[in-house]
């Protein structure tokens, strides 16, 4: 009877890892990769160094890593990967006649992926308008990777969403606010506001 029960216990164990792991989509990819990119200005005392790209560099990819880390959703540097979004030393904004600047742009389609890139200069300068006067130079030069991967969560989203209407929050502290023009995106911390629930539907961890 003990030996029995047992057997009982270890097939149930086995059918619940087994539809545990069918439930399990595998994880969304999507890469995020730096272009060769450069800035100066007189507040940074003259040209990014080397050094000042990696802190941006790694600073950046946290950034993103922490904004997807809820979901079933995988960044690294792979450029074959389904989706994606470059960071590039400008990006125009082609709709408009005149030569405008952009923080980013995207474009998607349902079931076939997304690719999108962020202006390296935009962030960048935005550092350093919104530094606070207290900021050092390296805070000032964190800041530009966290608003260059904020800038890249929200294009992410953008393409992780096709179809939903992600601009929709008034939420200055949130990723999918519609302007990067913003202290937030650059200062303090940052979270998801409609666009989590819609995250969360398609790409939840333990959800269908
Ligand atoms: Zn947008």
């Given at each position: ?28 990819s ?40 809820p979901?079933?959703i ?20 082609h ?15 349902r ?18 308008s ?14 530009i990777?966290?608003g260059?991967?904020r ?35 650059y ?22």
């Amino acid at each position: 009877m003990k030996l029995l029960l047992a057997g009982v216990l270890l097939a149930t164990t086995a059918t619940l890892t087994l539809s545990v792991a069918s439930n399990e989509r595998p994880p969304v990819s999507a890469g995020f990769w730096f272009d060769p990119v450069s800035f100066e200005a007189q507040a940074l005392g003259g040209a990014l160094t080397a050094d000042d790209l990696r802190t941006i560099e790694t600073t950046a990819r946290e950034e993103v890593a922490t904004a997807f880390a809820p979901f079933n959703i995988v960044i690294s540097d792979r450029r074959d990967a389904r989706y994606h979004v470059r960071v590039v030393q400008e990006v125009l904004d082609h709709r408009i006649k005149r030569k405008a600047w952009v923080a980013g742009q995207s474009h998607a389609m349902r079931g076939f992926g997304g690719s999108g890139s962020v202006s390296f200069i935009y962030f960048a300068s935005g550092a350093l308008s919104y530094a606070p006067p207290t900021a050092t130079r390296r805070e000032t030069v964190e800041a530009i990777g966290r608003g260059i991967g904020r800038g890249a969560a929200h294009e992410f989203a953008h393409q992780f969403l096709i179809g939903r209407e992600v601009h929709s929050s008034r939420d200055r502290g949130s990723y999918e606010y519609h302007a990067a023009s913003r202290p937030e995106q650059y200062y303090g911390p940052m979270h998801w506001d409609v666009a989590g629930p819609m995250l969360a539907e398609r790409y939840g961890k333990h959800s269908r």
